[in-house]
């Protein structure tokens, strides 16, 4: 039986050449969204070109890889867990220094597509931008995720979640929520919708059981899931030995309670035997 709602697995689109960077759109309007879900994966020392997004911010997490940022004339040092907000209209880029691929999974906040984000294309940066001095950040927002601390959720509405984060909020001025979940084995977020809202989330890594709607679907590492607003939604780890990872954005609400949150009750047992998709 076909989804209802989509749910995009990166690996059937991903190429398997190391040195090649690669970037793609899982989720956009193409799915009823208003937000663009990006997955972009950067070689190895390859120089890209500076651009800017003059209609959108672009919110981003940088989940592997190491190297520079360019904001501007600003260089700052990239490690995987940085949450980064880029305001639109600023000039950006991204170096991987490290010897591996690198993994970047981000959003265009209210844009249906590359396109509707205004992008615009500079010069290309050279070895010479990559020797300026490196510093903090100044403009737009950057968090270290190991730097944040996880929220106390009541598990009386639904939160049964092991480690739930929000690097970026309204708490540090942005107008869109970028969390980052971990569920042991046997944690659950029950049933819930966020009647003011869409939801856009990646799986990292782990095996679980989502509900999305009539959906009921299991979801591994390179799945994106998008689940419109006032869609009831839930997500249940399968596994009995390993952690389920997540990182999402509610998008244009700056907080949990800004999403118009409402629990809907328990996974029960007959949700966990059904499979739709």
Same mark, same amino acid.
């Given at each position: 039986?076909?989804?209802?709602?989509?749910?995009?697995?990166?690996?059937?689109?991903?190429?398997?050449?190391?040195s090649?960077?690669? +970037?793609?759109?899982?989720?956009s309007?193409?799915?009823?969204?208003?937000?663009?879900a +990006?997955?972009?994966?950067?070689?190895?020392?390859? !120089?890209?070109?500076?651009?800017?997004?003059?209609?959108?911010?672009?919110?981003?997490?940088? !989940?592997?890889?190491?190297?520079?940022?360019?904001?501007?004339?600003?260089?700052?040092?990239?490690?995987?867990?940085?949450?980064?907000?880029?305001?639109?209209?600023?000039?950006?880029?991204?170096?991987?220094?490290?010897?591996?691929?690198? !993994?970047?999974?981000?959003?265009?906040?209210?844009?249906?597509?590359?396109?509707?984000?205004? *992008?615009?294309y500079?010069?290309?940066?050279?070895?010479g931008?990559?020797?300026?001095?490196?510093?903090?950040?100044?403009?737009?927002?950057?968090?270290?995720?190991?730097?944040?601390?996880?929220?106390?959720?009541?598990?009386?509405?639904?939160?049964? *979640?092991?480690?739930?984060?929000?690097?970026?909020?309204?708490?540090?001025?942005?107008?869109?929520?970028? +969390?980052?979940?971990?569920?042991?084995?046997?944690?659950?977020?029950?049933?819930?919708?966020?009647e003011?809202?869409?939801e856009?989330?990646? *799986?990292?890594?782990?095996?679980?059981?989502?509900?999305?709607?009539?959906?009921?679907?299991?979801?591994?590492?390179?799945?994106?899931?998008?689940?419109?607003?006032?869609?009831?939604?839930?997500?249940?780890?399968?596994?009995?030995?390993?952690?389920?990872?997540?990182v999402?954005?509610?998008?244009?609400?700056?907080?949990?309670?800004?999403?118009?949150?409402?629990?809907?009750?328990?996974?029960?047992?007959?949700?966990?035997?059904?499979?739709?998709?």
């Open positions: 039986m076909p989804l209802i709602h989509p749910l995009i697995d990166v690996k059937e689109f991903v190429e398997n050449n190391p090649k960077s690669q +970037f793609l759109t899982p989720i309007g193409e799915h009823g969204s208003s937000t663009t +990006f997955y972009s994966i950067a070689a190895p020392g390859e !120089l890209p070109r500076r651009h800017r997004h003059k209609n959108c911010d672009e919110i981003s997490i940088l !989940l592997k890889g190491s190297g520079v940022y360019g904001l501007g004339d600003q260089r700052i040092p990239a490690l995987a867990g940085d949450c980064r907000v880029v305001p639109k209209g600023s000039d950006h880029f991204f170096v991987n220094e490290s010897n591996e691929p690198s !993994l970047m999974v981000g959003f265009f906040v209210g844009a249906k597509d590359v396109a509707a984000t205004g *992008i615009a500079g010069t290309a940066v050279t070895t931008d990559l020797a300026a001095p490196r510093g903090e950040q100044d403009g737009g927002i950057l968090i270290k995720l190991d730097d944040v601390q996880p929220e106390s959720m009541d598990k009386g509405d639904g939160w049964l *979640i092991t480690d739930f984060r929000l690097p970026i909020s309204a708490r540090n001025g942005c107008s869109s929520t970028l +969390f980052r979940a971990r569920f042991m084995p046997g944690a659950v977020h029950k049933k819930h919708r966020h003011n809202c869409d856009i989330y990646y *799986i990292i890594s782990g095996h679980g059981l989502a509900g999305a709607g009539p959906d009921r679907v299991e979801v591994r590492g390179g799945h994106f899931h998008f689940i419109p607003k006032g869609v009831e939604h839930w997500l249940h780890n399968l596994s009995a030995t390993e952690p389920i990872e997540v999402g954005i509610y998008c244009e609400a700056g907080s949990v309670a800004d999403t118009g949150y409402i629990y809907m009750g328990d996974v029960t047992a007959a949700d966990l035997e059904a499979r739709t998709g």
